[in-house]
């Protein structure tokens, strides 16, 4: 039996005529969406393009000017933390790592002459020590206070002509 044979049995048998319904109208209306995205594809772009170049139509219902305005300022910070991510790995394409700092090459046999050491690695041990004033007599120390060293922002100008124009063939 297939998975959607059985899916279908279930919803047949387990949901009321109510809740079937409203299963079966979604269903549809996934279908004629996928339809009519087809049906209104050239329409849509040329619209599009008309909003883009300032040409907007007289008869434009308010909320298709709304979603543009979502969906435009959404491509806007998308290619942003695109420009971001590109200009900060470009910061690092120079920089070449050791054998010391990748773990691709790591061999457990060669650190360690037998299993027990490598056990011992894994197993927690548990050290009992004895109990000394250490650990009631309050020690108070003075330091200095350290200066703390705050990370530098990078400014980055995603103005740039170049990010303009990037990704578009």
């Known amino acids: 039996m297939s998975e959607a044979f059985v899916n279908q049995v279930t919803l047949d048998c387990l949901l009321n005529k109510q809740m079937y319904n409203k299963q ?7 279908l004629v969406n996928k339809e009519e995205r087809t049906f209104y594809r050239k329409r849509t772009f040329n619209l599009f393009k008309d909003i883009i170049n300032n ?6 219902l308010p909320d298709v000017k709304y979603a543009y305005d979502n969906f ?19 910061e690092y394409k120079d920089v070449i790592f050791s054998d010391d700092m990748s773990c ?16 011992l690695l894994l197993t927690r ?3 009992i020590e004895t109990p ?12 200095e206070k350290q200066k703390l060293i ?8 995603l103005n740039d002509p170049e990010l303009k124009t990037k990704g578009i063939k």
């Not at 435009?72 to 470009?90: E, H, L, R």
């Not at 000394?132 to 330091?143: E, G, R």
């Open 150 to 157: 705050l990370p530098k922002q990078k400014e980055i100008n």
């Open 72 to 90: 435009f300022n959404a491509t806007i910070n998308y290619f942003k933390t695109i420009d971001n991510n590109d200009i900060i790995q470009n």
């Open 132 to 143: 000394t004033l250490d650990k009631y007599v309050i020690k108070t120390y003075t330091k």
């Open 24 to 30: 079966i109208k979604t269903k549809k209306a996934k």
């Open 104 to 119: 691709n090459n790591f061999d457990i046999s060669t650190n360690y002459k037998n299993n027990s050491e490598i056990d």
């Open 125 to 127: 041990s548990i050290k």
């Open 55 to 60: 040409n907007i139509p007289n008869n434009l």
